[in-house]
Structures are given as structure tokens and as C-alpha cells.
């Protein structure tokens, strides 16, 4: 098991890794986390929501995301309510304050899922969530050191040196479990480090007497692994180098260097599934950059409204913000706008929620920029799909034919009205046969939205996009070859594996667990 002094320490990233030495290795690994919160998610082979990170630890460990990888899946909807998903399918929103009172009750639920893993495969790599030392929380602990002791499994306790205080926080998050928690950890990782690993040494020898726990790695700031994050508090992380804070350097569309492509994505509060980008900012050409202000907007290539928990209320903070004015300045003047999940339903005329689906609002005006109106009814649809594109105009007509694949997660339904210029034909979903349309572009081809997530991991799609923005920008290299996502990401995996081999002992690991 892996646990960290904190939230966003590398848990995930360190599991994604450990799943892939095992499984170069030899062994059948599988990723498991009690108890998630994110917004980005994923749609689990049995057709269920789980946390983005363990659909890519199962990636890493060569297998089908399943729901027993992440039994319980919270997803923020204001700073003290979530919606809770149970086994994929959401059970409800909670308070904190209930949520706590309520959630050993899914203990039952936890140890199901671990023993159903533990059963199938040679070996499970367990991620915590935040630290076991929250003292406060320790009695309705379902993530961390209850887990290890259900599995007597060792802990790698991992802490963030980049933040500074390491070695307080290692030491102090030790002194705070309980004896037979203590006894369970087999050794320290300090993670995200850089610089000299000698500097270290006389504090990594003095944490070892202290403790009587060896420093088992010390893993050096990973800064060019592309791989998607599990929640917001990665996006700054993730920006590349030549990224800046505001658009100032991409306006009118002129980058510096290769990078003439400049896409802006709007950074809802409630931003859900970014992920969708990543693909896109791994294109040597393009810059993908987090918009908070209109004043960071400039003029980019292409402006994308991403998916969001709460559509009604990003939507009020769009307005409030004066982005939503910027956008609709941006569209008149011809730059194009595309719109995912909740950022297609913003796209809009009106949104409509009766029933208090998703928010108090009974109903809110969209941006206007496309001719469909969305009502929230339940229950929330959670699938795979298959389909080809069908869009004729616009940014993604050369894609026209192309198949795709995807997952939708979302509770609205969205009608268009009068003329339909669909994006997508959907003809299979959830393994059954299918004859949908999904999406929508505007009569000039340059306002488009889509229900799809996953949409630009489709390599010609994706190259169509960026082959046709690449143009528009003026830029006179020719259209680019199609990369494979999925063998570009299976190539970082294999990155992330040799780095962390070559400075975690893995075979200590595997004593302690046995695998030796």
C-alpha cells in the first residue's frame, strides 16, 4: 500500500508506476483505492463511474478499468457537499457532516471489492487518500490504515520534498498512528525531489534511527511525464515549460517556436474531465493553457469549454467573470469554440433543471451559440461508446467517416432546435447496438459540442482538428502524421517505470510483500 504524508505527494503517480514494474516483472498486479475524490472519472468496464487515476493505474498494469478498483467515488459539488457514487452508480449527494456519520456503513462495500482483486491477481497496489494522520477522521478511516491492516499489507509512506518539510512531515505522520499501524510501515519514499540525492543523506540516516524505518527511494521531480491527473490541483503541474499565466504571448494566434497552436480551456471551478486536453497538448504544436479571467483570454486558435460538476452554477461564475462576454466576442469574431459535456450544454440556448437535478436554479440562459436547449433529469448516464464522425462542416469535417471511441458521463438531456447539424453518430453504447446522434456545430462550422469524453484520443479525429487549426494560424509546416495516443502513453508508462526503478528499491518492496 501506498499512503502520503498528504493530498497530491505522488500517491497515484507512484501506483501507476508500481503497477507497471510488477507487470513488466512478470506479475498480474491490479490498482485498488478505497475511497476517491475527484472530478475527473472514468467509465469502468461494467458501465459505472470510478477515479480517473485508477483507470490509468489499470492501464499501466495492462488491464480493463473495473469497478472493484475504486468502490466509493466522490465528487465535489460546492466545499462541503459531494455527490457520492457507490459501486459506479452515484447513491446521492451528502454533507460532509453526513457523509462522515454515514460512510463506515460502506465498509462492507470496501473489503468486498479489495478481497474480489486480491483473489484474482498476484498482487494489488492499494493507494491511500490524503494521510492516515488525520486523527480527526481516524474512527470512519475507510482509505488508509484500516485498509492495510484488513490486508496486513506494508505501507511505503511517500512524502512531498518540493513542498518543503519533509522530513517533519514524515516523522510526524509515523508518531501519529497507532502501534500496530506503525509496524505496518516498511519504509519512507520522498518524492518529487531535485538536485543532488547526496545532500540528503545525513537527514535520510537521522529519520532512520529516529523511526527504525529505512528510506527505501529518494524519486526525483518527474517534470515531462504527460499523464492524466486525477483533480484539479494538478493542472498547474501539468502546464508545460513555455507556458505562461495569461495569453499575452498568444495573441492573434503567433506562439513562439513550433507552438502555433494556442488552445485556452476554460478553468470552471468545477472543472471535470480536462483530461479530455491532454492529447492535444502532447502535439508539438500546441500550447494548451487554464483561463481563470477574461483578461487571460487574448485571441487563441481554438477556446474550449470543459466539462464541470455543476454546469448552472460555472455557468453564473462564466458571467460573473466576464468570460462569458469574452467568448461570445471571440465567436462573433469567427475564432472557434467547442464544447464538452458541460461545456456543450453552456453552448446553448437554455438549461432547465425542474426537478433540482443538479442545482437551486431552476433555470438558466446559456451563451447562445448553439441552438439546443438542456433539461437535467436523472438518472446519470455512465457508458462507452462507439461512432464515427458525421459532422460535414467545420472543425472536424476532415475527420468526417473517422471512427471513435469514448464514454459519456452526464444527467442532461439535450435537444436541438430547428436545423440538425450533428457531430457524431453514436452506434454502439454499452456494448449494445446504437443509431444516436450526439452534439452539435453551428451553421459556420465554428461553434461545435459534444456529450463525449475521451473524444481527442482518437488520433485521426484529433489530427484533423489540429491539421485544420494549424492552417488557419498561418503556420506553413505541413500537416503532421498521425501519432498514437494510446502507444505514446504506454511509451510515458514505460518512462515512469525506469525512473522510479532507478530510484526506489523495488526489491525491498517485494520482500515486504512477499513477491521475492
Not at 433555470?363 to 462507439?386: D, N, Q, S, W, Y
Not at 457524431?424 to 453504447?429: A, G, K, Y
Request: glycine share 10%; proline share 5%; net charge negative.
Amino acid at each position: 500500500m501506498v499512503q502520503g504524508t498528504a493530498s497530491h505527494v505522488g500517491k497515484s503517480t507512484l501506483v501507476t508506476a508500481l503497477c507497471r514494474i510488477l507487470r513488466q516483472d512478470g506479475h498480474r498486479v491490479a490498482p485498488f483505492k478505497s475511497q476517491n475524490m475527484a472530478l475527473n472519472s472514468f467509465v469502468a468496464a461494467e458501465g459505472g463511474e470510478i477515479g480517473r487515476a485508477q483507470a490509468v493505474q489499470a492501464e499501466a498494469a495492462g488491464l480493463d478499468p473495473s469497478l472493484d478498483m475504486n468502490p466509493i467515488l466522490l465528487k465535489p459539488e460546492g466545499d462541503a457537499r459531494s455527490q457520492v457514487i457507490v459501486n459506479g452508480r452515484s447513491v446521492g449527494s451528502r454533507t460532509a457532516a453526513d457523509y462522515q456519520r454515514w460512510k463506515l456503513e460502506l465498509w462492507p462495500t470496501v473489503t468486498a471489492a479489495l478481497d474480489r482483486l486480491r483473489a484474482a491477481y498476484d498482487v494489488v497496489v492499494v493507494e491511500g487518500a490524503g494521510s492516515p494522520a488525520e486523527i480527526n477522521l481516524r474512527h470512519a478511516d475507510l482509505a488508509n490504515m484500516r485498509v492495510a491492516l484488513h490486508a496486513e499489507a506494508p505501507v511505503l509512506l511517500v512524502g512531498d520534498i518540493d513542498r518543503g518539510g519533509v522530513f517533519a512531515s514524515l516523522y510526524g505522520t509515523l508518531a501519529l498512528l497507532e502501534p500496530a499501524e506503525r509496524a505496518l510501515v516498511c519504509g519512507f519514499a520522498i518524492n518529487k525531489f531535485r538536485g543532488d540525492p547526496a545532500i540528503l543523506e545525513p537527514g535520510l540516516e537521522m529519520l532512520r534511527e529516529r523511526t527504525g524505518v529505512p528510506v527505501l527511494g529518494v524519486i526525483p521531480l518527474l517534470q515531462h511525464l504527460d499523464l492524466p491527473e486525477e483533480d484539479s490541483l494538478g493542472i498547474a503541474d501539468s502546464r508545460h515549460d513555455h507556458d505562461t499565466a495569461d495569453g499575452s504571448d498568444a495573441k492573434d494566434g503567433v506562439l513562439a517556436g513550433d507552438r502555433t497552436i494556442d488552445v485556452a480551456v476554460i478553468r470552471l471551478p468545477r472543472i471535470a474531465n480536462f483530461d479530455d486536453f491532454a492529447p492535444l497538448a502532447a502535439d508539438s504544436r500546441t500550447r494548451v493553457r487554464y483561463v481563470e479571467r477574461a483578461s487571460q483570454l487574448g485571441r487563441p486558435s481554438l477556446v474550449m469549454l470543459p466539462g464541470t460538476k455543476t454546469t448552472i452554477e460555472d455557468l453564473a461564475w462564466l458571467r460573473a467573470s466576464g468570460l462569458a462576454d469574452a467568448i461570445r466576442q471571440l465567436s462573433a469574431e469567427r475564432v472557434p469554440i467547442f464544447g464538452v459535456c458541460g461545456g456543450y450544454q453552456m453552448l446553448g440556448q437554455h438549461i432547465l433543471d425542474p426537478d433540482g437535478v443538479e442545482s437551486d436554479r431552476r433555470e438558466a440562459a446559456g451563451l447562445g451559440l448553439l441552438p439546443i436547449e438542456t433539461t437535467f433529469v436523472a438518472p446519470k448516464r455512465t457508458c462507452r461508446i462507439v461512432g464515427t464522425v458525421v459532422a460535414d462542416s467545420g472543425l472536424l469535417a476532415a475527420a468526417r467517416r473517422s471512427a471513435v471511441i469514448g464514454y459519456e458521463i452526464h444527467m442532461g438531456r439535450t435537444d436541438a432546435r430547428g436545423a440538425v447539424r450533428p457531430l457524431l453518430r453514436i452506434t454502439e453504447r454499452s456494448g449494445e447496438a446504437a443509431n444516436d446522434l450526439d452534439g452539435l456545430v453551428s451553421d459556420d462550422g465554428l461553434v461545435a459540442g459534444t456529450y463525449v469524453h475521451g473524444l481527442f484520443d482518437n488520433d485521426d479525429l484529433r489530427h484533423a482538428l489540429l491539421n485544420r487549426l494549424a492552417g488557419a494560424s498561418g503556420s506553413v509546416s505541413p500537416p503532421r502524421a498521425v501519432i498514437s495516443t494510446r502507444l505514446a502513453r504506454e511509451a510515458q508508462y514505460d518512462a515512469l517505470a525506469d525512473a522510479v526503478r532507478a530510484s526506489l528499491d523495488i526489491g525491498a518492496l517485494k520482500r515486504a510483500s512477499g513477491l521475492d
